[in-house]
């Protein structure tokens, strides 16, 4: 959930180190450092807090170094201070280690350590890997030549358990950056007489469009000149850089006040986006085929299962974590209701150490925003070794999700800065929507007229967004009344309570207002306990099968003087005689409801958030890209 930024070339390091860990702040933003090589010696300059508590610090230290690497963190080893930032530096103080992972058996590598005279400093895991590199170096020295720094990192990393990713310099030899990545991701972008590091492409497309992906259990040499790629156990790999878009996300505001606003009326662009893929028109076909080279993205994305394989499925398993797994939730909805197809969802945390009844006939779905959720990969890799087929639903073509299956569905949100999930959202169960509907033309499960209705339908959903979106204003003065709340229950029933889960998540992750979610028909066995007159209770109720119950459990919850608000339609006078306050939006189908009614939650978490004076866009200890089981 770190960022690992580095640079080499005639430009001086810092500001290059800097725009690339700003584009990778939103991995963590517990503290940032650099470590550059100044005039033959290596200076690590770092500082808790945010990136620009660093910048403050590089801004009064003005290093002019033209080698370097530099690490935005979130904490999992140690408390975020001056001492756990990255970089990490060995006994002789010439080697500096940036880390993205977990090093499972740290504990028993530092004990070695120490016993064999070492003496560590931080409490993080990260540190053994520069004292490990430090001792095979010292013995590589005298055997391996120009080579010996390349000998020990291969050696060193040997010793390591887990998933990783690193940057490696040394004062030794500063016309050399090494980048090793295991089970993680890392790029070097190619420039003209310079050359990046990155471990999220986005950073390095901002300088250069020529770029070497790593693949897993490899080691990169880096020099002005390009990169040799080797595997662990010293091997060299010829691979050919590729040409990408150049800088294709432009992160501005945009005149918002933060980037969760901007995302947040920036979804009826990004749905439109991710559906004109796939639906060119209600009476065409959906076609999901692949697209060559991923529109300027590092491969080929789009889906290869054949109709045959679409046709024996018997079960779909979706695998997820926070944001994607509520999107998942809604597909399970989506997907029983057009296909008919049992489903089962599973937050993928909970699926390790599972004996998987997956088979052959059951499609795993793994949806995750940056394609590099470490649970979401790892309960999806088990699906897959199960014999389960697989599909990938990422906003990130060029992520380790799109590396591990044959068909991928990319969502085009373009770069979603802030750290809380909004577009992202919208954009995965639209693809639900589409995958659920392609399924049914190949398999036949609707008549052409109703796969008809419901395509034409999806592709209304964006101006009915825009709807809602003109009423911000108003919004925002029904929001803030209840902004001095401490706690609050989000309730739904059927296709809308995964958008319950969500609305209180959101709540919960940028305001830090105590939120739960409930089926609302779950209020009456034990939830209605908490209810009084200081907690408030946001109903989702929309007319449709389940429209009649939910009414009822809003009329249990407001029994109990708790204050009510509602998400309904334009026009329900029902919902007027029971809610105080009530976020209205356009008539809509219920089957396609929870792309509308999520608005309104995620407007009004922001504003109280706003409101109440919190870091919308980087909530306190949370990161976007989750990278750590």
């Known amino acids: 959930m770190c960022g690992i930024v580095g640079y080499l070339g005639p430009s001086k390091a810092a500001p290059v180190l800097l725009s690339e860990l700003r584009c990778l702040e939103y991995r963590g933003y517990d503290s940032a450092g650099v470590a550059v090589i100044e005039s033959g010696e290596l200076v690590v300059l770092k500082a808790a807090g945010k990136l620009s508590n660093l910048e403050t610090l590089l801004t009064d230290k003005k290093p002019t170094a033209t080698v370097g690497i530099g690490h935005t963190r979130w904490a999992t080893h140690g408390i975020p201070n001056d001492e756990n930032a990255h970089p990490h530096t060995d006994c002789t103080g010439t080697i500096a ?108 497309r901002q300088f250069t469009n020529k770029l070497i992906r790593l693949e897993q259990s490899e080691i990169a040499e880096v020099t002005v000149n390009g990169a040799r790629l080797f595997d662990f156990n010293g091997t060299f790999i010829d691979r050919q850089a590729i040409e990408v878009d150049m800088n294709p996300y432009i992160i501005s505001k945009d005149g918002y006040r933060h980037f969760l606003l901007k995302e947040i009326h920036e979804q009826p662009i990004s749905m439109r986006q991710t559906m004109g893929k796939y639906i060119n028109h209600p009476d065409k076909p959906i076609d999901l085929r692949p697209t060559e080279n991923g529109g300027g993205h590092f491969g080929n994305y789009g889906v290869n299962l054949t109709e045959t394989q679409l046709k024996s499925i018997e079960r779909i398993n979706i695998v997820a974590c926070g944001t994607a797994n509520y999107a998942g939730m809604a597909g399970k909805y989506i997907l029983e209701e057009i296909c008919g197809i049992p489903v089962d969802v599973e937050i993928a945390s909970e699926v390790r150490g599972r004996k998987p009844l997956l088979n052959d006939k059951t499609l795993c779905i793994a949806v995750s925003q940056s394609g590099e959720t470490a649970d979401t990969l790892a309960a999806f890799t088990e699906a897959q070794a199960a014999g389960a087929m697989s599909m990938g639903i990422t906003n990130r073509a060029d992520s380790h999700l799109s590396r591990i299956t044959d068909n991928l569905m990319v969502t085009e949100c373009g770069i979603e800065v802030s750290v809380a999930a909004t577009k992202s959202f919208t954009a995965q169960v639209a693809c639900f929507y589409v995958l659920a509907l392609y399924i049914a033309e190949t398999r036949k499960l609707l008549p052409p007229a109703e796969i008809f209705r419901l395509k034409q339908q999806l592709l209304l959903v964006p101006a009915l967004q825009e709807r809602i979106l003109s009423q911000e204003k108003i919004i925002q003065q029904q929001s803030i009344k209840y902004a001095e709340a401490h706690d609050m229950l989000f309730m739904g029933r059927g296709i809308n309570y995964p958008v319950a889960l969500e609305g209180a998540l959101k709540l919960k992750e940028i305001s830090y207002i105590h939120a739960s979610g409930y089926a609302a028909g779950e209020l009456k066995h034990g939830p209605i306990a908490v209810l009084d007159a200081k907690v408030p209770v946001v109903t989702i109720v929309v007319p449709g099968k389940v429209y009649e119950k939910t009414l009822s459990n809003a009329q249990e919850a407001k029994a109990r003087n708790a204050q009510m608000i509602a998400v309904a339609t334009e026009g329900d006078d029902r919902a007027k005689g029971i809610f105080d306050t009530i976020f209205t939006i356009p008539q809509v189908d219920e089957l396609f409801s929870p792309l509308v009614t999520v608005l309104p939650l995620q407007l009004m978490s922001y504003f109280i958030a706003d409101y109440l004076g919190k870091d919308v866009d980087q909530p306190r200890n949370l990161a976007k890209s989750v990278t750590v089981e």
């Not at 590598?109 to 053994?128: F, K, N, P, Y």
């Not at 120009?146 to 490696?168: N, S």
């Open 97 to 204: 280690v940036v880390h993205n992972g977990i090093i499972e058996n740290y504990q028993a590598l530092c004990a070695e350590l120490t016993a064999a005279g070492h003496t560590l400093v931080s409490q993080t895991d990260t540190e053994v890997v520069s004292h490990l590199i430090e001792d095979e170096y010292k013995k590589c020295v005298l055997e391996c030549n120009g080579d010996a720094l390349l000998v020990a990192i291969e050696r060193a990393v040997k010793r390591l358990e887990g998933a990783y990713a690193l940057g490696i310099v040394s004062q030794k030899h500063p016309e050399r950056i090494y980048a090793v990545n295991h089970n993680y991701s890392l790029s070097v972008g190619l420039g003209d007489g310079e050359s990046f590091l990155a471990s999220d492409s986005v950073a390095v």
